[in-house]
């Protein structure tokens, strides 16, 4: 079935360092792949998405791109801020699945002032 | 409108209490959802309806009833809980199977 695989937290970074989390996917045919954040106490917020290869997501300085070849939708920022402290699920959606969320696990990011 | 809401924000039933969380959406999507979300764990779906009809139901427990009176509306009845139960309750919309637009939660403690 279709499954993400993030990479582990919890990760720390002090501001303006630069941050990455990996994100794997396994999916049959051609899914749709998203980041979604949460801030302590709210619900998920869509981050940014890409619905085929090689399209880049980007939003409040945070990109992805969709890499068919890796199966891989890396979420990348090239300067954190203390306000990015939150968790990130890397997410898809594909038809094989009923267009159901398929989450990976989450990573829980703290950048320190 | 791209917001979707949830009432209550909180709530603390006993297991033997009747309470209802709602959810409403005015971007016209046609697809609603409920999640249950533990701490420091992805949502979990629980139902998803399409066309006000309830297309998926995740083999959830009866003492979660959802219901959908129109389009814009959702609500998950509680009856009979178990602390176990106890979780934010995430609703989300979507329009043709595209991304999911999810609200702030219900924080449900049950004693």
């Known amino acids: 079935g279709d499954s993400v695989t993030q990479m582990e937290g919890p990760v720390t970074l002090s501001e303006e360092a630069f941050l990455t989390i990996n994100c794997t996917y396994t999916?049959?045919?051609?899914?749709?792949l998203f980041w979604y954040v949460q801030y302590p106490g709210e619900g998920l917020q869509l981050l940014l998405k890409?619905?085929?290869?090689?399209d880049k997501g980007s939003n409040k300085g945070f990109e992805a791109t969709y890499r068919k070849e890796t199966t891989s939708f890396h979420l990348e920022k090239g300067s954190v801020q203390v306000s990015d402290s939150a968790v990130y699920f890397c997410?898809?959606?594909?038809?094989?699945?009923?267009?159901?969320?398929?989450f990976g696990a989450g990573t829980t990011v703290t950048v320190r002032a | 409108d791209t917001e979707v809401t949830q009432t209550p924000k909180h709530l603390v039933m006993g297991m033997t209490n009747k309470k209802s969380l709602k959810c409403e959406q005015h971007?016209?999507?046609?697809?609603m959802y409920w999640y249950k979300q533990k701490a420091k764990k992805p949502p979990e779906l629980m139902f998803v309806?399409?066309?006000?009809?309830?297309?998926i139901n995740e083999s959830v427990p009866s003492r979660f009833s959802p219901e959908c009176p129109n389009s814009s509306l959702l609500n998950l009845h509680l009856h009979a809980l178990q602390p176990e139960d106890s979780a934010l309750y995430l609703c989300?919309?979507?329009?043709?199977?595209?991304?999911?637009?999810f609200g702030p939660g219900t924080r449900l403690t049950v004693l």
């Open positions: 309806y399409s066309y006000e009809k309830l297309s």
């Open positions: 890409a619905t085929k290869a090689d």
């Open positions: 997410a898809l959606s594909a038809r094989s699945n009923d267009y159901k969320l398929s």
């Open positions: 989300a919309s979507s329009q043709s199977y595209n991304e999911q637009f």
């Open positions: 971007m016209g999507h046609r697809a």
């Open positions: 999916a049959t045919g051609y899914p749709s």
